[in-house]
């Protein structure tokens, strides 16, 4: 099964930066390569994206990317 990126828009940074009390690690959008650039905006607008393991090599779970808004990025395998 190849994994899956979900990318949940938050209404903030602060929300979408803890999860639980734990700080998620953020980047910016123009951070990733251009695979992954074109992975997030295709996430953000279906809500999520399957692909290979080597594309989702790319995030991090439970990471935070800042689009056009910050989305908080969920790894499923």
Known sequence: ???TI????????????TDGGVHAPVRDF???DDHAQDVLHEAAT???VSLDDEAAAAFTD????????????????
């Open 1 to 3: 099964m190849n994994p």
């Open 6 to 17: 979900h990318a949940t828009e938050a209404e903030s940074l602060g929300a979408a930066a």
């Open 30 to 32: 123009d951070e990733l």
């Open 46 to 48: 279906d809500g999520a």
């Open 62 to 77: 439970g990471e935070v990317v800042k689009f056009t808004g910050y989305y908080r990025i969920t790894v499923a395998r």
